[in-house]
């Protein structure tokens, strides 16, 4: 442990981001908050289980993300599809297949008719 703290004392990229050179603190947020392209970028979105509105902690594994694509009348994948995000908690309960089909149906994707 002291040899860590030792390391990080000393290694130039372990510094502080609150700084009062106007230069520094430039280059620190940009690298930071800017894509290539830059566009500036959050560092973290939050997601939302589409079927509760809870929000899906980062360090959550069993939460899953589905992406459902459009196809038109031949079954042709058109580029379009809706993003559907389960949380753990749903589907630990077993209740993910009845959520799932619960929201295809509101979209519009998934019918109940024979």
Not at 67 to 83: L, M, P
């Amino acid at each position: 442990l002291a040899q860590g703290s030792d390391r990080r004392n000393r290694d130039p990229s372990h510094r502080p981001i609150a700084t009062s050179d106007p230069v520094k603190f430039e280059r620190i947020a940009k690298d930071n908050m800017q894509n290539d392209e830059g566009r500036i970028v959050d560092l973290y979105l939050p997601r939302k289980c589409s079927a509760t509105n809870r929000l899906i902690p980062a360090k959550e594994h069993s939460a899953v993300q589905l992406n459902v694509g459009q196809v038109d009348e031949n079954g042709i994948y058109s580029g379009e599809f809706y993003t559907f995000a389960l949380a753990g908690f749903i589907r630990s309960r077993g209740e993910s297949d009845a959520c799932l089909n619960r929201l295809l149906h509101e979209k519009g994707l998934l019918t109940f008719s024979k």
